[in-house]
């Protein structure tokens, strides 16, 4: 079964450079969302989308910006980049509502590695 | 808005030894329940949900949880550890529809010969 796709798995960017990592969710599924996980730290929800448009907003740093394009794909856009924002970056996915319990499952993907030198 | 407590950071076991991992929930309803399992540098994989129904639920790996209304609480249990086991263990919560997850802080599980 196709699961989510993100990329680039591993990113290294210096102090103050930019970094857009990208989500492309499971086919038919039309709800993305982006969590940050620190080091020894557990998941954090930063920002998710549902039919392109946003849907909710966590503790996302205005340095940050996401979106969802028309194919539901989703890029996460981090600028002036922190010793700090070096996490591992996931995105997830849920599919099109639809009445069921599936619905209320998101879909992790494998995660993006970000390291800030 | 709902939150996760894994009271135990890290919990050691033999191998061969009964598991089980501890997560209480704050949610005003009954919410959407997750168990995750993370190893070093890895993604997360889902072990078991709870929806609804039968309030002990099967997994992947041999792992079961059973869901208890009146204590709040999703523990995750385990007959016999065995080493491949040893990883981060992630309690999540989520209310109905497009919400967000909400994880619990994790149990490392070390699992000695």
């Known amino acids: 079964a196709a699961g989510v796709i993100q990329s680039p798995r591993h990113l290294i960017k210096e102090k103050r450079e930019t970094a857009t990592l990208k989500c492309y969710p499971i086919p038919r599924h039309d709800t993305v969302y982006w969590y940050q996980q620190g080091p020894g730290q557990d998941p954090q929800f930063l920002i998710s989308f549902y039919e392109k448009m946003q849907s909710d907003k966590g503790s996302i740093p205005d340095r940050f910006s996401a979106q969802q394009f028309s194919d539901y794909h989703s890029e996460l856009n981090m600028s002036s980049l922190e010793l700090g924002d070096s996490a591992l970056y996931f995105c997830?996915?849920?599919?099109?509502?639809?009445?069921?319990?599936?619905?209320?499952?998101?879909?992790f993907g494998p995660g993006t590695r970000l390291t800030v030198l | 808005a709902q939150s996760v407590t894994q009271p135990d950071i890290h919990i050691t076991v033999s191998e061969g030894a009964s598991l089980e991992l501890r997560c209480n929930y704050s949610y005003g309803a009954t919410p959407y329940l997750f168990w995750y399992v993370q190893s070093p540098g890895q993604g997360l994989q889902l072990l078991l949900k709870y929806f609804s129904g039968d309030t002990l639920v099967q997994g992947i790996k041999g792992f079961e949880a059973e869901f208890k209304r009146s204590q709040s609480s999703f523990n995750l249990r385990k007959p016999s550890v065995h080493w491949s086991d040893a990883a981060e263990y992630f309690c999540a919560v989520k209310p109905g529809g497009y919400q967000k997850v909400t994880f619990g802080t994790g149990t490392k599980l070390q699992v000695i010969p």
């Open positions: 997830a996915s849920s599919p099109l509502a639809g009445g069921g319990n599936e619905d209320n499952e998101q879909f």
